[in-house]
């Protein structure tokens, strides 16, 4: 087991997704069991299923300095970037520290690969149109070199890209750089667009759910896939001793195939044990845990294989419901989501199930709930194998 790390002080974050704009939007629909799923109307052939779409990217006007890196992913990006006092705090660590030593670490799975979409469909003589000309919005590496450009952080740049996992991983990567030397503050988060690319991906691997995503139920039949755009800024916890905290982070990689989880959930767990052994904790601290649970049969039935490790009086539930699978940006996404259910004392409910797995049933949130929480997790399981897994708790219990 790896040991204990120092926990980090979670200062400022921020979440844009189907559920609003902004940290208050979200807490006010996960208190009322209020979705944000709706019918497609972004896909450019007709494809009958629900999705979480953020509203108003399209008005969204980069500032001139910034213009060459218009898209809608770097859009989506800007827009979470601007709220819930984020660029007061990021500003401040820069001033703090230098920018040299804020590091930047952020995931994706897509990018800007839909503005990549667009170019190709207007060719011009086979070339991409003027507009579209611009190779440095063509690259998995956009959304961070952009986050950068508009912030002003010139420390480590990484981007992450290992399919769902990849927003929770920049966790991981971020307190390594911290612990290592190379950073005294990190801003991490992710961010992926709604594009065709994944919406008619997955309908071909016959994982869309046509009527909107049910986790564990009996009857789920795939996924709804959404957009989002979620950041949190990472300071050691003196620097912050009241705020939450990350506490312990577990990684692997099972490869046991390409779209499929390990039948025995081997990988997640050993993702799991990591996180708690990291956190110097055991999982009956455990009060609450944002699954994955994206709704298709074999992810939740795998899922719901470490549930027995908690205690019954653990809660649990997948909130893509409420947003879709966000894809590259669910990690960072859930894990605000984790963070609000510690600051807020609310527990998530299951959105979208009525006929719960029994082996699930015992820990599942169905209704909304107003409980202490001091101790969350939150699970990320991506294609391949890439699973990560985060624990978070009250500054004040850390």
Wanted: glycine residues 10%; negative net charge; hydrophobic residues 40%.
């Amino acid at each position: 087991m790896p040991p204990r790390i120092e926990p980090l002080a979670i200062v400022a974050m921020s979440a844009t997704s189907a559920l609003g704009h902004g940290l208050a939007a979200h807490l006010d629909a996960l208190r009322d069991g209020r979705g944000g799923l709706t019918p497609n109307d972004f896909s450019s052939a007709h494809l009958e299923c629900r999705i979480g779409r953020v509203a108003g990217v399209e008005a969204i006007t980069l500032p001139t300095a910034l213009g060459h890196w218009d898209c809608r992913n770097n859009r989506l990006a800007w827009l979470g970037l601007q709220q819930d006092g984020l660029p007061d705090a990021v500003a401040a660590s820069v001033a703090r520290y230098g920018a040299t030593r804020v590091a930047l670490v952020l995931g994706t799975s897509t990018t800007s690969i839909g503005s990549t979409e667009d170019a190709y469909r207007r060719l011009d003589h086979g070339r991409f149109p003027s507009d579209l000309q611009r190779p440095e919005i063509h690259t998995p590496h956009s959304l961070t070199a952009f986050v950068a450009d508009a912030t002003g952080i010139a420390g480590p740049a990484l981007t992450i890209s290992t399919a769902c996992s990849s927003s929770a991983k920049v966790f991981a990567s971020a307190e390594r750089l911290m612990r290592l030397g190379l950073a005294d503050a990190a801003l991490v988060g992710g961010v992926d667009t709604l594009c065709d690319s994944v919406l008619f991906g997955f309908h071909s691997l016959e994982l869309v759910s046509p009527n909107g995503c049910r986790p564990f139920d009996t009857r789920r039949d795939g996924i709804s896939i959404g957009e989002a755009a979620g950041f949190a800024l990472l300071e050691r916890a003196t620097a912050a001793p009241r705020a939450p905290r990350l506490l312990g982070h577990g990684e692997s990689s099972d490869a046991h195939h390409m779209s499929t989880p390990h039948p025995e959930g081997r990988g997640a767990l050993s993702a799991l044990d990591d996180a708690l052994a990291r956190a110097g904790i055991g999982a009956e601290t455990v009060d609450y845990i944002n699954l994955h649970g994206t709704a298709t049969p074999k992810n939740d039935e795998v899922e719901a294989k470490l549930l027995p490790r908690f205690p019954a009086r653990t809660r649990a539930s997948s909130t893509k419901g409420f947003t879709g699978h966000t894809l590259g940006a669910a990690g960072a996404l859930e894990a605000v989501i984790a963070l609000l259910a510690i600051e807020h004392g609310i527990v998530p409910p299951n959105l979208g199930c009525s006929e719960p797995m029994p082996e699930a049933s015992p820990w599942l949130a169905l209704q909304p709930a107003e409980r202490r929480i001091d101790i969350a997790l939150s699970n990320s399981f991506g294609f391949g194998g890439n699973n990560a897994c985060l624990v978070f708790g009250r500054g004040d219990t850390a």
